[in-house]
């Protein structure tokens, strides 16, 4: 199994569609983050979780639910996207939120398209 | 507060030339730094880390940098360019953990033939 695994690596819906990002980390690490990645611009952080516990969300609409159901795994629930929300969508884990030295380890992307 | 500049948001060079990607941070405490490279359609893949130690890094694929604290660089280079190194290549730094790993905006390579 590779370190961090992300499904489905790419997925096309609509706007009124409800659909789900997953992420699974086989490294045994505390700490879990959603990256977003838009053409042209820095890797945006959209939510971290140490220990299941989400510790940060910085400023995400509401159309973009987490949820970590235990330190392995961490999904992205989708519902009424924009088309501007057309993204590589990262997972990444890492040992701690704080205290390591803060070195992440990538899941290969979810390329979401939405119409 | 932490910041990380990369210089030029395109690099070319051609093959066998040499690789210089340009990293500048600014960090209140002694930072740890980081290459990553990503490929097209691929996630982040760490190239090398600076933690503590000897300011001389080696990393994967021929690539090193060098911490130079009092010029707050930690420039990326590989002595002869391949075609396979044709990525983009981020910096970043951390202060302590995950949580506060701060990135650039990314250098895309081109590699000529």
């Known amino acids: 199994e590779t370190g961090v695994t992300q499904t489905p690596r790419h997925l096309v819906m609509g706007m009124t569609n409800k659909k789900s990002l997953k992420c699974e980390q086989h490294?045994?690490?505390?700490?879990m983050y959603w990256y977003k990645q838009s053409a042209k611009k820095p890797l945006e952080l959209m939510f971290v979780?140490?220990?299941?516990?989400?510790?940060e969300n910085n400023s995400v609409p509401s159309r973009f639910s987490p949820e970590c159901p235990n330190s392995s795994h961490l999904f992205l629930h989708l519902h009424t996207l924009q088309p501007e929300d057309s993204a590589l969508y990262l997972c990444?884990?890492?040992?701690?939120?704080?205290?390591?030295?803060?070195?992440?380890?990538f899941g290969e992307g979810s390329r979401l398209t939405v119409l | 507060a932490q910041s990380v500049t990369q210089l030029g948001s395109h690099v070319s060079v051609s093959e066998g030339a040499l690789v210089l990607l340009r990293c500048n941070y600014s960090?209140?405490?002694?930072?740890?730094l980081f290459w990553y490279v990503q490929y097209p359609n691929q996630g982040l893949q760490l190239l090398l880390k600076y933690t503590t130690g000897a300011t001389l890094v080696k990393g994967i694929n021929g690539f090193e940098a060098e911490f130079k604290k009092s010029e707050t660089s930690f420039h990326l280079t590989k002595p002869s360019a391949h075609m396979s190194d044709a990525a983009e290549y981020f910096c970043a730094v951390s202060e302590s953990g995950g949580f506060k790993t701060i990135f650039g905006a990314g250098t895309r390579l081109f590699v000529k033939a």
């Open positions: 990444a884990s890492s040992q701690e939120v704080t205290g390591d030295t803060g070195e992440l380890f």
């Open positions: 960090s209140s405490v002694p930072p740890y």
């Open positions: 979780y140490n220990f299941k516990e989400q510790t």
């Open positions: 490294l045994g690490h505390n700490a």
